[in-house]
T-cell receptor, first 114, second 114 residues
Framework: DQQVKQNSPSLSVQEGRISILNCDYT??????FLWYKKYPAEGPTFLIS?????DKNEDGRFTVFLNKSAKHLSLHIVPSQPGDSAVYFC?????????????FGSGTQLTVLP | DSGVTQTPKHLITATGQRVTLRCSPR?????VYWYQQSLDQGLQFLIQ???????AKGNILERFSAQQFPDLHSELNLSSLELGDSALYFC???FGQGAVYGYTFGSGTRLTVV
């Protein structure tokens, strides 16, 4: 049972336009949500996060929106640049037992076309 | 360089064999996490260690085991390997027992079972 879902395996966007990556989750116990970016042959790197008590967090060209009632979050990249082409993973953080765990979605391959 | 070191980067082995993957966490980090990424799959959590003790288990097969040593490096042992074990194996680290803001990942070990 996937607790974190990214239903779009891929997304292509023109340079300069907005990229919107979506993520849905099922577990109400998640209290932090994160986005990671992954280039080929590298490990995932942290991009941006949001606490469940907020609905928006912005960092430069990246904004994450959280809709708790819909259990949905999205990552907006404006303007998109070719260097943003990568796999983006949505992740949700929550306490399970005595440990905090990070649960990842399956990723979305973003391609920004010049 | 994320500060998390994984060796080897690539490993090719035959079915039925046993391999050991190694991870050195970022300096000062006490927790180590192991994740598996199979083709077209997200990052599946395997196991977590904190300061030498197992803290959480995910979808880790009985054929797999791990440990964290006093110097905080960790090893993931995979035995009786099957073709389906071919995947990218990532190690991540964090200071606490579960970083709210996520983990720092290594660049991974690509395991190919033939």
């Amino acid at each position: 049972d996937q607790q974190v879902k990214q239903n779009s395996p891929s997304l292509s966007v023109q340079e300069g336009r907005i990229s919107i990556l979506n993520c849905d989750y099922t577990n109400s116990m998640f209290d932090y949500f994160l986005w990671y970016k992954k280039y080929p042959a590298e490990g995932p790197t942290f991009l941006i996060s949001i606490s469940s008590i907020k609905d928006k967090n912005e960092d430069g060209r990246f904004t994450v929106f959280l809709n708790k009632s819909a259990k949905h979050l999205s990552l907006h990249i404006v303007p998109s640049q070719p260097g943003d082409s990568a796999v983006y993973f949505c992740a949700a953080s929550g306490v399970s037992g005595s440990a905090r765990q990070l649960t990842f979605g399956s990723g979305t391959q973003l391609t920004v076309l010049p | 360089d994320s500060g998390v070191t994984q060796t080897p980067k690539h490993l090719i082995t035959a079915t039925g064999q046993r391999v050991t993957l190694r991870c050195s966490p970022r300096s000062g980090d006490l927790s180590v996490y192991w994740y598996q990424q199979s083709l077209d799959q997200g990052l599946q959590f395997l196991i977590q260690y904190y300061n030498g003790e197992e803290r959480a288990k995910g979808n880790i097969l009985e054929r797999f085991s791990a440990q964290q040593f006093p110097d905080l490096h960790s090893e993931l042992n995979l035995s009786s390997l099957e073709l389906g074990d071919s995947a990218l194996y990532f190690c991540a680290s964090s200071f606490g027992q579960g970083a709210v803001y996520g983990y720092t990942f290594g660049s991974g070990t690509r395991l190919t079972v033939v």
